[in-house]
């Protein structure tokens, strides 16, 4: 049977009197979009919590090399050079420890404190003691130190 398009609405139509058979595989295929989007996503969330949990073991024992955007690649001392670095770097630490926090939320870890004053001071601490290491680094190191408290 071949359809037509409709003239306003650009939609396919069986003719007068035909009949469409519906294809049934189409239609389930539909619903298990939906159920592998959400295992896609807890998938997705799971592999995130297994290597952020991988990643806080290994970074305990030796430095690692991390994939980063932003002002988080740059070294303290770039950090620390301008007033705009200075605000954009703050800007990053938050986005930063947030999204630690959620992994440990998410996987049943501790997190770490959000006095957002106290967190900015330690992290200038740390880039003032080594102003070559990335502020990424001195944020990793001054959340798992704030998981020690």
């Given at each position: 049977?071949?359809?037509?398009?409709?003239?306003?609405h650009?939609?396919?139509?069986?003719?007068?009197?035909g009949?469409?058979?519906?294809?049934?595989?189409?239609i389930?295929a539909?619903?298990?979009?939906?159920?592998?989007?959400?295992m896609?996503?807890?998938?997705?969330?799971a592999a995130?919590?297994?290597?952020?949990?991988?990643?806080?073991?290994l970074?305990q024992d030796?430095k690692?090399?991390?994939?980063t955007t932003?002002?988080?690649g740059?070294?303290c001392?770039?950090?620390?050079?301008t007033?705009?670095?200075l605000l954009?770097?703050?800007?990053?630490?938050?986005?930063?420890?947030t999204g630690l926090n959620?992994?440990?939320?998410?996987?049943?870890?501790?997190q770490?404190?959000?006095d957002?004053?106290?967190i900015?001071a330690?992290?200038r601490k740390?880039?003032?003691?080594a102003?070559?290491q990335?502020?990424?680094s001195?944020?990793?190191?001054?959340?798992?130190?704030?998981?020690?408290?």
């Open positions: 049977m071949e359809l037509k398009r409709h003239e306003y650009n939609e396919l139509h069986p003719p007068k009197g009949c469409i058979s519906l294809n049934a595989a189409r389930d539909l619903g298990v979009g939906r159920k592998s989007w959400r896609v996503k807890a998938l997705s969330l995130l919590v297994f290597v952020a949990s991988a990643h806080a073991v970074a030796a690692v090399s991390v994939g932003g002002i988080g740059m070294s001392a770039h950090w620390r050079a007033k705009e670095h954009e770097g703050t800007v990053w630490i938050f986005g930063f420890w959620y992994v440990a939320a998410a996987s049943d870890q501790p770490s404190g959000t957002t004053a106290e900015v330690e992290v740390r880039c003032v003691q102003p070559s990335t502020l990424a001195a944020v990793w190191d001054t959340y798992l130190e704030f998981n020690k408290k």
